[in-house]
């Protein structure tokens, strides 16, 4: 059975930092395109940040953009979302998600597998 599980979420004051991780298990990922999305309260699940199969292309919403770096380890088959200068408008769940492809998506359509999210909030 494929699972994912977020970790690292929590409550830091804005511009601090986290780190969140997602374990994966019950197949190889290796060969699989992940993301990361965000859902705050009221709001539709929106699109983070994403990498490819083998690390070597990543993109991220422009509101991320230059604070926060998406990564993979396959040997550990476990992602991390690196948070810096944290905002409060980025409070949310966030999510994991792997693609039954090598190409990266922003869709949350696209995706195939999701973990149950972890909570992140940013105080002011």
């Known amino acids: 059975q494929v699972q994912l599980v977020e970790s690292g979420g929590g409550l830091v004051q804005a511009g601090g930092s986290l780190r969140l991780s997602c374990t994966k298990s019950g197949r190889t990922f290796s060969d699989y395109a992940m993301g990361w999305f965000r859902q705050a309260p009221g709001k539709e699940r929106e699109f983070v940040a994403t990498?490819?199969?083998?690390?070597?292309?990543?993109y991220y919403a422009d509101s991320v953009k230059g604070r926060f770096t998406i990564s993979r380890d396959n040997a550990k088959n476990t992602d991390y979302l690196q948070m810096d200068n944290l905002k409060p408008e980025d409070t949310a769940v966030y999510y994991c998600?792997?693609?039954?492809?090598?190409?990266?998506?922003?869709?949350?359509?696209?995706?195939?597998?999701w973990g149950q999210g972890t909570q992140v909030t940013v105080s002011s």
């Open positions: 998600a792997a693609r039954d492809s090598t190409v990266t998506s922003t869709l949350t359509s696209w995706y195939h597998y």
């Open positions: 990498v490819n199969w083998n690390n070597r292309r990543a």
